[in-house]
């Protein structure tokens, strides 16, 4: 499949005229960066006037127009169920050789990975949070199957999902889309994760995660709703205004393996999901959703020692951050998260929204 990936690439580019889009998969100009304080990697470059796609009126994911890279089962009454195709503009490609290299004290390389779109829905109008819970689960399906597939490149060391919904959020496209980015990196704030997972595994012998579940189920100050083996909660600390976090109540550190081992918990996770995202646009139209998953297997590192027990130490979960407008300016202060509106707060109004069954 990454080889399909590849060529579909190649194939997006000489066909762009066809669809009017400008062809788009020129990196000359962006490259990934370290910064070597923070050990963060940012893609940086000059993204001219020109360079991104330029899209005609119609849908490029309603029609046939994008390259299909994997679908998942139809659904009853629809031409296609969710599919994954090239992202137009991708920030990072699948082909070629990262070629990393110092810059003095700096390292640099090449936005080598893959960046894919996933399009949650054939209708153009049935987003998560109104979509049936079959459709959802189809979505969930191939997103664990696209995760799976693309760790098997040997140079991907993570791979993340994420959604940005309403101007606010930096939403890109109009069809219900979510996209996923292979890196060969693992994401800062995944690493702090990963650090602290195993510092209090070393420590305790168990997960954080799995105590900070027993605990808010315990408190039910921060439990939102429960959905058979799902949790969606407020986080003690939570960094923006009505954050939410959705979790296995049952201790798993990757949700592509979850999703393959336990099939039939899918329509549980697919309707808490659709429910907290309705409760959430009670709130707001806009939010970021990412998906925190383990890292590739098959990049044990040598040093770190994160991979040795991350089955045990890490869980994997679905963080939600609304975008309050009106408290938008408000969010950081001093490089300190400020939430103007406390977690149970949140909750309460969050569990007392009207939303559908």
């Known amino acids: 499949m990454v080889r399909a990936l590849a060529r579909a690439v190649a194939a997006f580019n000489a066909q762009a005229v066809d669809f009017n889009w400008t062809p788009v998969f020129s990196?000359?100009?962006?490259?990934?960066?370290k910064d070597p304080i923070t050990r963060s990697w940012v893609i940086t470059g000059d993204d001219l006037p020109g360079s991104s796609a330029q899209s005609s009126s119609e849908c490029l994911f309603c029609g046939d127009s994008a390259q299909v890279i994997a679908v998942a089962p139809n659904s009853p009454g629809a031409p296609w169920?969710?599919?994954a195709v090239v992202h137009p503009n991708p920030l990072y490609r699948i082909e070629g050789d990262?070629?990393?290299?110092?810059?003095?004290?700096?390292?640099?390389?090449?936005?080598?990975?893959?960046?894919?779109?996933?399009?949650?829905?054939?209708?153009?109008?049935?987003?998560?949070?109104?979509?049936?819970?079959?459709?959802?689960?189809?979505?969930?399906?191939?997103?664990?199957?696209?995760?799976?597939d693309l760790k098997r490149d040997p140079r991907i060391k993570y791979i993340s999902l994420f959604k940005d919904y309403g101007?606010?959020?930096?939403?890109?496209?109009?069809?219900?889309?979510?996209?996923?980015?292979?890196?060969?990196?693992?994401?800062?704030?995944?690493?702090?994760?990963?650090r602290a997972g195993r510092e209090y595994f070393l420590s305790k012998e168990r997960c954080v995660f799995c105590d900070i579940i027993q605990q808010e189920?315990?408190?039910?100050?921060?439990v939102i709703e429960a959905r058979g083996d799902y949790l969606a909660i407020g986080p003690y600390a939570p960094r923006v205004p009505y954050e939410t976090w959705i979790l296995p109540r049952y201790h798993e550190s990757s949700f592509e393996r979850g999703g393959q081992n336990r099939p039939a918990l899918r329509p549980n996770l697919a309707a808490l999901l659709r429910r907290t995202l309705q409760r959430v646009r009670s709130i707001t139209e806009d939010f970021h959703l990412v998906l925190h998953t383990s890292p590739s297997s098959q990049h044990p590192s040598k040093t770190l020692g994160?991979?040795?027990?991350?089955?045990?130490?890490?869980?994997?979960?679905?963080?939600?951050?609304?975008?309050?407008?009106?408290?938008?300016?408000?969010?950081?202060?001093?490089?300190?998260?400020?939430?103007?509106?406390?977690?149970?707060?949140?909750?309460?109004?969050?569990?007392?929204?009207?939303?559908?069954?």
């Open 306 to 357: 994160y991979w040795k027990t991350i089955d045990d130490d890490y869980h994997w979960h679905i963080e939600i951050l609304p975008v309050v407008g009106s408290k938008v300016k408000s969010y950081t202060f001093k490089e300190v998260y400020y939430s103007p509106v406390s977690s149970e707060t949140s909750v309460k109004q969050l569990r007392e929204a009207r939303i559908g069954g």
């Open 98 to 148: 990262p070629g990393r290299r110092g810059d003095g004290i700096y390292d640099r390389m090449r936005s080598i990975g893959a960046h894919e779109v996933l399009v949650e829905n054939a209708n153009h109008d049935r987003h998560l949070w109104n979509a049936s819970d079959e459709e959802i689960g189809q979505f969930l399906c191939l997103a664990s199957e696209r995760i799976l």
């Open 81 to 83: 169920s969710a599919r």
């Open 217 to 222: 189920e315990r408190q039910a100050l921060r």
């Open 27 to 33: 990196f000359s100009a962006m490259e990934l960066r």
């Open 167 to 194: 101007k606010n959020a930096g939403q890109e496209f109009g069809h219900p889309t979510s996209q996923l980015a292979a890196t060969m990196f693992v994401p800062r704030r995944v690493l702090y994760e990963l």
